[in-house]
Every structure is written in structure tokens, then in C-alpha cells.
Nanobody
Framework: QVQLVESGGGLVQTGESLRLACVAS????????MGWFRQAPGKERMFVAA???????YYAESVKGRFTITRDNAKNTEYLQMNSLRPEDTAVYYC??????????????????WGKGTLVTVSS
């Protein structure tokens, strides 16, 4: 059974950093795309970043230059380094895995696997 478990969320102040991690258990995800989404209170779940199996990366405009997505295929783990955090980054962050990178970027409703989320709160 596939399971995605996020960690690393917490409460920080504006300008500080956090590093999220997502460990995938089950089959190897070396050929899958991995990504991060976030959902702020009262808003839809939004794409944040994605990384292909061969480590090409894609970012939402709102996080470009501040967030970095990486993956360690040997550990079935992806990371999201978040720097220069802002109050508008406050959200529940979800890890996602799918066989198709296009789904990760454009069709989140078709993404196959989701974590349960980790809360990031940025105070002003």
C-alpha cells in the first residue's frame, strides 16, 4: 500500500525558512513525478512545485526564487526548502506523487497519491 508522510511544518516568522520532507513507502517512485501543493484556509488546493523523475523542476510563480524542490530517489523522499517565508505562504502543504508530470502541474484532480499534509504558519 502506498503511503506518503510529510514532516517539517511548523510556526515561523516572516523571512525565516523551513524544510519539508515527504517519505513515500510502497513501490519505488524513481520513475514518478513528485510535487507539493498547498491549501490556505478557505481556498483551493494550489500547485507549488514539482520535480520529474530525472529532476527537472517546476514552480508556481509565487514561490519562484524562494522555494526549492529536490528528491532523493534512493530514499523515495522529496524535499521542499522554503526560504524568505511570507504570511501568505501559510497553508497546509501536501506531498503528491503521480506517474505523469503533466497531471502534477495542470491536472491535480488526477494526481494519484497524496499525503495527509503538514501545516506551515508564517507570522508577520
Amino acid at each position: 500500500q502506498v503511503q506518503l508522510v510529510e514532516s517539517g511544518g511548523g510556526l515561523v516568522q516572516t523571512g525565516e525558512s523551513l524544510r519539508l520532507a515527504c517519505v513515500a513507502s510502497g513501490p519505488s517512485f524513481n520513475r514518478y513525478a513528485m510535487g507539493w501543493f498547498r491549501q490556505a484556509p478557505g481556498k483551493e488546493r494550489m500547485f507549488v512545485a514539482a520535480i520529474s523523475w530525472n529532476k527537472n523542476t517546476y514552480y508556481a510563480e509565487s514561490v519562484k526564487g524562494r522555494f526549492t524542490i529536490t528528491r532523493d530517489n534512493a530514499k523515495n523522499t522529496e524535499y521542499l526548502q522554503m526560504n524568505s517565508l511570507r504570511p501568505e505562504d501559510t497553508a497546509v502543504y501536501y506531498c503528491a506523487v503521480d506517474g505523469t508530470l503533466a497531471n502534477m502541474i495542470s491536472l491535480p484532480s488526477d494526481v494519484e497519491y497524496w499525503g495527509k499534509g503538514t501545516l506551515v504558519t508564517v507570522s508577520s
